[in-house]
């Protein structure tokens, strides 16, 4: 699976933003797409997920109230769309899809990247 991030850019705080990820090769095995976001120095943390079968999401607690992801088969495409940013929002914001392939082998595919920097 490849993974391209896009929508990314420098906003205000109070401003919304929305990410896309759009995705190609083969699904098959996946389990679950999400974003997660990092800052220099410091570990990924996941910010939203959703599953390929059900569609059933979760959120950070940073997010909640604040974010949406979701999917569209169709378009090959997830999106987060993120509500009333915060300074402390500003990081680089990944996509990402795991699950198991054959012989339960772990599937984790990345994207490159997308920063996201929200003044004050």
């Known amino acids: 699976v490849r993974l391209a991030e896009s929508g990314g850019g420098l906003v205000r705080a109070g401003d919304s933003l929305t990410l896309s990820c759009e995705y190609s090769g083969s699904t098959i095995g996946i389990l679950a797409m999400g974003w997660y976001r990092q800052t220099p120095g410091t570990q990924r943390e996941r910010v939203a997920a959703?599953?390929?079968?059900?569609?059933?999401?979760t959120y950070a607690e940073s997010g909640k109230g604040r974010s949406t992801v979701s999917r569209d088969d169709s378009k090959n495409t997830m999106t987060l769309q993120m509500l009333k940013l915060k300074p402390e929002d500003t990081a680089v914001y990944y996509c990402?899809?795991?699950?198991?392939?054959?012989?339960?082998?772990?599937?984790?595919?990345w994207g490159q990247g997308t920063q996201v920097t929200v003044s004050s």
């Open positions: 959703i599953t390929t079968g059900g569609g059933t999401t």
């Open positions: 990402t899809a795991w699950g198991y392939g054959p012989l339960k082998t772990e599937l984790d595919y």
